[in-house]
């Protein structure tokens, strides 16, 4: 769900509430074969409430379905590392250790771009024209240029290691 980002050229993005409906009938549609745990990979923050919402709807309707939500910048040792790679220049698009990630994963991807000094800090969402305004390259109080591909490697590593555990945890859950 990037609404609000739709005012750059090839971004593409569901609405809340069809993303919301799209989750619910994957789960349905799956709980109806017997499936009952869904772990959720998600790698953007602006699906983090619209994945809840359908949480919600389902347990409403599945009260026996269990949903969880793992986002891959989002543990205390994430967090924790990113503080001592960035510093306060990770803020929240087009950061360093997203860039980063996708430096070691893809490395042919990511070309050289010059970039600005000044980094909008201002992390309030607009309408996708206002958005464009405020945020011309579309970084939003970060700095991707302190990305380097070593710390892609090690933000990755830590992630699936993260991630792994809260999986786990979650097939333990009763």
Known sequence: ??????????????????????IHDVVRSLAKHGFKRFFFLNGHGGNIAVLKTAFTEIYNELPDVRCRLGNWWASNDMYKLVRELYGNQEDYHATPSEVSV?????????KNVSLSEYVNKDSRTYSPEEFRKRYPDGRMGANPALATVEHGQQLFELSVKELVSQYNDFLAEV
Do not use: C, N, R, W
């Open 1 to 22: 769900m990037a609404e609000h980002q739709t005012g750059f050229a090839g971004i593409i993005s569901l609405k809340p509430s069809t993303l919301t409906l799209v």
């Open 102 to 110: 996708t430096m070691y994963l893809y490395p042919d991807s990511i």
